[in-house]
């Protein structure tokens, strides 16, 4: 098994004006254990790219004609989301780019050394992901859940790992109750402890067994096993009673999911 300090990452470059494009290039050029796998001038190129190259990394530009960078998170799958590093002149999109996947946000102009910075932390999340699914396997066996052709395959997914700064939790699924964005973090709410990692809920559910947890707004995910009861309220909303005695709002937005779960 290849090591993560081992590892070179695949790179896809995507910003609509080639002198963009050339600087990351130049720089990244400069570190040996990333390479560039596709440079891409507009979203929809873009989105091919991650498909094909299925990338480690993805240096996005958020304003681009036609589909931008946020269109463009919307349409990989969270099975293919490599780590996403913005890159634009605007920092306006900073909370938007962290609330949806960003492991760094990097704002035009930008020096030589800010640039390192990033790398290196996006390098340290790599290594830390890396860590994270080894230690998935090991617990798994190695297992993987064989479909059809049609289907594809999909990793079993009996425990969650997450890192928290330098300890790695394994937190089997039975055990989390609810999920909850903290800023540019997630609260885990398991049986006995509650775990704050660097993570995006939309990276969490996309880990998660959809068969049982489900987003029920846009700041929480619950095991729909751990729900005691659901009643109405005015606004039309659903509110949520878990077994821990937290109350949660579902919103419209994702009630009818949820409903489909818990039939």
């Known amino acids: ?22 600087t990351l290039r130049l720089l990244l050029a400069r570190e040996q254990d990333f390479e560039i796998a596709a440079e891409c001038g507009h979203g929809r190129a873009a989105v091919a790219a991650v498909d094909r190259e ?18 463009v998170l919307r349409e990989i799958p969270a099975a293919a989301m490599p780590a996403i ?8 999109y900073a909370p938007k780019a962290f609330e949806q996947h960003a492991v760094e946000y990097l704002l035009k102009p930008f020096t030589d050394e800010r640039f390192a910075d990033v790398v290196d932390h996006v390098r340290e999340r790599l290594r830390e992901r890396t860590l994270a699914a080894c230690v ?33 939790h394994v937190i089997p699924h039975e055990e989390i109750v609810w999920i909850e964005a903290d800023d540019y973090y997630v609260r885990i709410h398991a049986q006995g402890r509650r775990v704050l990692a660097r993570e995006s809920l939309r990276t969490l559910i996309g880990a998660l067994d959809p068969a049982v947890f489900a987003r029920v707004h846009r700041s929480a995910i619950v095991n729909t096993r751990r729900i005691k009861a659901m009643e109405p309220l005015a606004s039309g909303d659903q509110r949520l009673l878990l ?21």
């Open 54 to 71: 299925r990338p480690d990394v993805l240096f996005l530009d958020v304003r681009m004609p036609g589909m931008d960078g946020f269109d």
């Open 1 to 22: 098994m290849t090591s993560p300090q081992a590892r070179t990452w695949k790179v896809v470059i995507v910003d609509d004006e080639p002198p963009a494009r050339q």
């Open 243 to 263: 077994e821990d005695g937290t109350s949660l709002r579902v919103s419209r937005t994702h009630r009818a999911a949820l409903m489909r779960l818990l039939r």
């Open 85 to 92: 590093v913005f890159v634009t002149a605007y920092d306006r």
């Open 136 to 168: 998935t396997d090991a617990l798994t066996g190695g297992a993987m859940l064989t479909a059809s052709l049609a289907g594809g395959a999909r990793q079993d997914r009996r425990h969650l790992v997450v890192r928290d700064g330098p300890r790695t």
